[in-house]
């Protein structure tokens, strides 16, 4: 019975650890629950958000270290294509790692805030923060987006549990998946993310998993402190499966 309790307290920690904190009903896009017949369809208003069409690699530096992210845009094309399209535009450069749990037991590590771009502002306070995209002056927000297995397309906007699927999601929580913070909110993930440090199962289903760090887990990742910055990020693969819809960019 203890250890069900600890095992209980340790999901809990975890669940609040990833959590976008300080984000009202007024700060996040309209979340409301969609009908059985369109919980597998892409909302109009998300059409306008980079896409990735296959798989890409990310390299992202931290402590001088690379650490090599296979991103997939197959099974996650929306969370897959913002982390893309942030990663080209220099976003993660001089980001901090804000959240680091490895007690008791290894967790994540969390960043990603903007805000942490501004060295005088102390870890504590971030956590609150996303990308502003400057052609709209607002915060991006993407969809929850988890694909479950033998589905032909992703659950959007509702946990897999809110859908009645009982099945692991096609991407799981396991140790090096990179996957999208969020607030309450399903829709609310913007450019916050964390590496998981274990198998976490109790989280599949519940946030989006958009890729595996295939390099640099053990020597890079395990070592990352709270205040551990990112020098770099690049896509050195698959760029080319980006777009970005009403764009020229690519």
Known sequence: MQKKISQ????????????VTGCTATSVPNTEVST?????????????????????TVVMTVNSSPIT?????????????????????????????????????????????????????????????????????SERYIPLEIKP?????????????????AESPVLPHTRGAVAMARSQFPDSASSQF?????????????????GYVTQGMKEVVDNIEAGDRIESAKVVEGLENLTIPNSNES
């Open 69 to 137: 992210i296979e991103v997939d845009g197959i099974n996650a094309p929306i969370t897959a294509g913002n982390f893309i399209d942030l990663v080209q535009k220099g976003v993660y450069d001089g980001l901090v790692f804000h959240r680091v749990v490895r007690k008791p037991q290894p967790f994540v590590v969390q960043g990603g805030d903007p805000q942490s771009k501004d060295l005088n502002i102390p870890l504590n306070n971030l956590g609150t923060g996303g990308f502003i995209d400057p052609t709209t002056s």
């Open 36 to 56: 059985p017949s369109s919980q597998t369809t892409l909302d109009a208003k998300y059409n306008s958000l980079p896409q990735l069409n296959g798989k890409a």
């Open 8 to 19: 209980w307290l340790l999901s809990l920690i975890i669940v609040v650890t990833l959590l």
């Open 194 to 210: 964390y590496f998981t440090l274990t198998d976490l199962p109790f989280l599949n289903g519940s946030y989006a998993v958009f």
């Open 149 to 165: 297995q033998d589905a032909s397309e992703p659950v959007y906007s509702n946990t897999l549990e809110e859908v009645g699927v």
